[in-house]
C-alpha cells in the first residue's frame, strides 16, 4: 500500500501485539476502498501507557487514534475522561480516537459487536431473561450492552460473587432492580445464556453450565472468539439449543471502529455486508 506524507497514522496498542489481526483486515479495507491511512502495530508494555499518551505519542495532528487490545483496556479507561455508557460499565477502551482540539476521546465496542451478533442471528433480548456467566471484562462489556437492551431480567454469575456483586452494581443505573446476582449458573429459567468465561479455550476445560438444564427455547452464546464451535456449544446444539459461537461479535465491531474514526461511508457499505470482513478473519 502506497504510504504518503499526507497519509493519517492509526496505532494498534498491545502487548504481546504479534498476534493481532487488525493491522490485517483494516490496511486491506483501507487499500480496497482507496483511503490514506495506515493501521500499525505497537508492542507497548502495560507501565509505558501514560507516558506514551502525556510524553508526545499522540502530539503529532496526522495520528488518528489507536485501537486498544490487553493489557491496556482497563487503563486507558481510567486515564480517559470522556467514555460511552457500555465502556463506563465496563471501565475499559478498546478505541481511543483524537478529537480535531488534540484532545482523545474512548470507547468501547465489545458488547456493541455482542449485541449486533445477537440482531444477526435474529435472537432478541429485550423482555427477555439473561443470564450472563462470568463477570470479567468480557462480562462487563456483554452485560452493560445487554442492558441497554432492556431485558425483562440480567442476572450475573461469577465464582466470585463479589465479583459479579460489583457489576451489578454498575449494571443498577441502566436497568434498576432487573440487575441481580444469580445464586449459581443453572441457566434453568433463562430465554438467552452467555458464557463469558474462559472456559472452552483449552482442551479438557470444565463446561461453564450445564446445557441440559437450559429450557427447550434457550439461546446459548459463547463470547470466544472462534468460529468454530466450543465444547459448550457443542453440548447446547447437540440437545436442540440454538447455540452460537463469539466469531459474530468481532466481525460485528468492525463498522463501528470504522464509524468511530470518522469513516462512515466505508462503515455503511461494510455493515451492509459483512461477508468479505468473515472472509478476513477467518479465512478458510
Not at 480496497?32 to 508494555?45: M, T
Amino acid at each position: 500500500m502506497a504510504i504518503s506524507g499526507s497519509t493519517r497514522v492509526f496505532y494498534i496498542l498491545g502487548d504481546p501485539v504479534a498476534q493481532v489481526k487488525a493491522p490485517t483486515v483494516y490496511n486491506h479495507l483501507f487499500q480496497q476502498h482507496g483511503i490514506d491511512a495506515v493501521l500499525v502495530p505497537l508492542k507497548l508494555p502495560a507501565g509505558a501507557v501514560r507516558g506514551f499518551l502525556q510524553d508526545g505519542g499522540m502530539a503529532a495532528e496526522n495520528i488518528g487514534g489507536f485501537w486498544v487490545t490487553i493489557p491496556h483496556k482497563g487503563a486507558l479507561a481510567d486515564l480517559l475522561p470522556a467514555k460511552d455508557p457500555v465502556a463506563t460499565v465496563a471501565n475499559a477502551v478498546n478505541a481511543v480516537r483524537r478529537r480535531p482540539d488534540g484532545t482523545l476521546e474512548g470507547a468501547l465496542f465489545d458488547g456493541i459487536g455482542f449485541v449486533k451478533g445477537l440482531d444477526h442471528f435474529g435472537i432478541p433480548v429485550t423482555g427477555r431473561r439473561v443470564l450472563v456467566v462470568g463477570a470479567g471484562g468480557g462480562g462487563h462489556a456483554v452485560a452493560a450492552a445487554l442492558a441497554q437492551r432492556q431485558p425483562a431480567a440480567l442476572a450475573v454469575y461469577n465464582r466470585t460473587t463479589e465479583r459479579a456483586a460489583s457489576l451489578v452494581r454498575r449494571l443498577q443505573p441502566l436497568v434498576g432492580a432487573a440487575a441481580t446476582v444469580a445464586a449459581s449458573n443453572d441457566p434453568a429459567g433463562y430465554d438467552l445464556v452467555v458464557n463469558c468465561t474462559s472456559q472452552g479455550l483449552q482442551p479438557g476445560d470444565a463446561l461453564p453450565f450445564d446445557p441440559a438444564r437450559a429450557g427447550a427455547g434457550t439461546a446459548v452464546l459463547d463470547i470466544i472468539m472462534t468460529r468454530e464451535p466450543t465444547p459448550l456449544l457443542k453440548a447446547a446444539r447437540a440437545r436442540g439449543l440454538r447455540a452460537e459461537p463469539g466469531f459474530e461479535m468481532l466481525v460485528q465491531q468492525v463498522p463501528e471502529y470504522l464509524r468511530f474514526f470518522g469513516f462512515d461511508s466505508l462503515a455503511a457499505t461494510l455493515q451492509a455486508d459483512l461477508a468479505p470482513i468473515r472472509a478476513l478473519l477467518a479465512p478458510k
